[in-house]
């Protein structure tokens, strides 16, 4: 089946600081990619979505400053959360849509885990 | 935005027992999906309910979707302590020119041995 990464699984890093989470798509090509992100024991919620070779459509109520998604290419879509806050602490997780195949079916990655301290 | 409301919040349930879970939408959708969530990992799809499709099995799993109330239930047959998970609905629906998936709040269901 389609893999996706994502790296880092897991990151702590300094309030004030960037950090930049990498989602790949291993054996499919995705012109698509979105990006989630999930507090404890809640559910997901989508920030934005990411195609390759255009802007990044964010979602309601999301700093597109804050949460920079860049889609360079068909296997790869980079989110940097710049000056980091600890609100910002979370787990994010993307998942890529397959070009090759039916409309619907997204493959999601194994989520990044932020501690901002 | 959030779309999907799911219960029970949580469920607990022996072994070899069945668990069901609920889900309800507020709009128009194009597809329902059923995901699966191992604590702290990530998502793994479970099945998929087409809009104009009433009831789905795959494996141990028995999904239902009802149009007219907004709602679908997910049916774990003879429970095992690997299903132990957090279960999440999704719709899909068109947004911003591209379609997109919204999840209800999971069920995190606890399967004792």
């Known amino acids: 089946g389609a893999v996706v990464s994502q790296h880092p699984s897991w990151v702590i890093c300094k309030s004030g600081t960037s950090v930049k989470i990498e989602c790949r798509s291993l054996?499919?090509?995705?012109?698509?990619m979105f990006w989630y992100r999930q507090f404890p024991k809640q559910s997901l919620m989508l920030m934005a979505t990411?195609?390759?070779?255009?802007?990044?459509?964010?979602e309601q109520g999301v700093e597109k400053d804050k949460f920079l998604i860049n889609h360079a290419s068909l296997t790869l879509s980079t989110l940097t959360v710049t000056s980091a806050h600890p609100e910002d602490s979370s787990f994010y997780i993307c998942?890529?849509?397959?070009?090759?195949?039916?409309?619907?079916?997204?493959?999601f990655g194994p989520g990044t885990r932020l501690t901002v301290t | 935005s959030q779309q999907g409301e799911e219960d029970p919040q949580a469920l607990s349930i022996q072994e070899g027992e069945n668990a069901t879970m609920n889900c309800s939408y507020k709009?128009?959708?194009?597809?329902l999906q059923w995901y699966r969530q191992n604590s702290g990992r990530g998502l793994v799809h479970l099945i998929l309910?087409?809009?104009?499709?009433r009831e789905k099995h795959s494996g141990r799993l028995r999904v239902t979707l009802d149009t007219s109330k907004k709602s679908s239930s997910l049916l774990i047959t003879a429970s095992r302590a690997a299903d132990t998970a957090s279960y999440f609905c999704?719709?899909?629906?068109?947004?911003?020119?591209?379609?997109?998936?919204?999840f209800g709040a999971g069920t995190t269901v606890t399967v004792r041995a």
């Open positions: 998942s890529a849509r397959d070009q090759g195949s039916r409309r619907y079916e997204q493959y």
């Open positions: 054996d499919f090509q995705a012109t698509t």
């Open positions: 990411s195609n390759e070779g255009s802007k990044a459509t964010y």
């Open positions: 709009t128009s959708i194009n597809n």
């Open positions: 309910i087409r809009s104009n499709e």
């Open positions: 999704a719709t899909e629906r068109l947004r911003s020119n591209d379609y997109k998936l919204s």
